[in-house]
T-cell receptor, first 114, second 111 residues
Framework: DAGITQSPRYKITETGRQVTLMCHQTWSHSYMFWYRQDLGHGLRLIYYSAAADITDKGEVPDGYVVSRSKTENFPLTLESATRSQTSVYFC?????????????FGEGSRLTVL | ELKVEQNPLFLSMQEGKNYTIYCNYSTTSDRLYWYRQDPGKSLESLFVLLSNGAVKQEGRLMASLDTKARLSTLHITAAVHDLSATYFCAVVPNTGNQFYFGTGTSLTVIP
């Protein structure tokens, strides 16, 4: 399917466990982003990537790891999950070379850390 | 620190009324975006504003951008229930390609 897909859509895990959220896009957009959404905070940028093998920290990177070996994939790993990482995570992509350059979002991954 | 401030954060309005949501930002930018989010859903692009004075309209919504004032507005005309959602503005600084979001405006249109 064309677009941007996230998996899993829902995940419940325990404190201290490692969790990986997957993100796949079919547009060949150069930029990919991970945001978390929490009540009262809007969307906060965790990490972003300008191209394969190029990643950079956003506003709230602590406790997260990303990689981008292929343009289309941008997984987000919580190495040792904490309750404060309970959130809805959105992956997004954009291509600044396009006229509008807007951000396109996946459906979100709702993570609960017990 | 780059800031994007929206107000109001919560808006309850009657059907048929007009209102404006404001988005102020603290960086130099010619790119501003408006998104809509329904409860439990993802964000959907509404408007793309790419220059000073840009104005876009879609149905009962109209967005504008004043880059000198670092201000964008989202004007709602004759609100209907279907417009109930959370609206976000997002700014991309001229020096980069990251999107910075406001905290959102939760709009409820009351019949």
């Amino acid at each position: 399917d064309a677009g941007i897909t996230q998996s899993p859509r829902y995940k419940i895990t325990e404190t201290g466990r490692q969790v990986t959220l997957m993100c796949h896009q079919t547009w060949s957009h150069s930029y990919m982003f991970w945001y978390r959404q929490d009540l009262g905070h809007g969307l906060r940028l965790i990490y972003y990537s300008a191209a394969a093998d190029i990643t950079d920290k956003g506003e709230v990177p602590d406790g997260y790891v990303v990689s981008r070996s292929k343009t289309e994939n941008f997984p987000l790993t919580l190495e040792s999950a904490t309750r404060s990482q309970t959130s809805v995570y959105f992956c997004a992509s954009s291509d600044p070379g396009l006229v509008a350059g807007e951000l396109f979002f996946g459906e979100g991954s709702r993570l609960t850390v017990l | 620190e780059l800031k994007v401030e929206q107000n109001p954060l919560f808006l309850s309005m009657q059907e048929g009324k007009n209102y404006t949501i404001y988005c102020n930002y603290s960086t130099t930018s010619d790119r501003l975006y408006w998104y809509r989010q329904d409860p439990g859903k993802s964000l959907e692009s509404l408007f793309v504003l790419l220059s000073n004075g840009a104005v876009k309209q879609e149905g009962r919504l109209m967005a504008s951008l004043d880059t000198k004032a670092r201000l964008s507005t989202l004007h709602i005309t004759a609100a209907v229930h279907d417009l109930s959602a959370t609206y976000f503005c997002a700014v991309v600084p001229n020096t980069g390609n990251q999107f910075y979001f406001g905290t959102g405006t939760s709009l409820t249109v009351i019949p």
